[in-house]
């Protein structure tokens, strides 16, 4: 059974930093392509970021430049560095992985497959 953890979310100024984890175990190969989401109050679900099996990355306009992506396949974890936040990045942040094959910007293009498997999601909240 594919389960997927997410941690490090929290209260941050505006300009901060914050580190997400996502923690995966009963994964069945090494060829998940994997996602962080997130959806704002009062919106719909979108992508941030997507990371294919090979560490390539993704990124939506909006956290290019100031979101980083990786994977640690040797520990089953993904990791998103985000800077310089905005109030606007305020906002339930998921990790998915993806059960069948797909490219990494397919995954982010893709918020509500249902094919991914979800984790529980953590709260960011940037605010002053």
């Known amino acids: 059974q594919l389960q997927l953890v997410e941690s490090g979310g929290g209260l941050v100024q505006p300009g901060g930093s914050l580190r997400l984890s996502c923690a995966g175990s009963?994964?069945?190969?090494?060829?998940?392509?994997i996602g962080w989401f997130r959806q704002a109050a009062g919106k719909e679900r979108e992508g941030v970021s997507c990371?294919?099996?090979?560490?390539?990355?993704y990124y939506v306009d909006s956290v290019k430049g100031r979101f980083t992506m990786s994977r640690d396949s040797a520990k089953n974890t993904v990791f998103l560095l985000m800077n310089n936040l905005k109030p606007e990045d305020t906002a339930v942040y998921y990790c998915?992985?993806?059960?069948?094959?797909?490219?990494?910007?397919?995954?982010?293009?893709?918020?509500?497959?249902?094919?991914?498997?979800w984790g529980q999601g953590t709260q960011v909240t940037v605010s002053s």
């Open positions: 998915a992985a993806a059960l069948r094959i797909i490219t990494n910007q397919a995954m982010c293009d893709r918020p509500s497959d249902g094919l991914y498997s």
């Open positions: 009963g994964f069945t190969s090494d060829y998940y392509t």
């Open positions: 990371i294919s099996s090979d560490a390539r990355t």
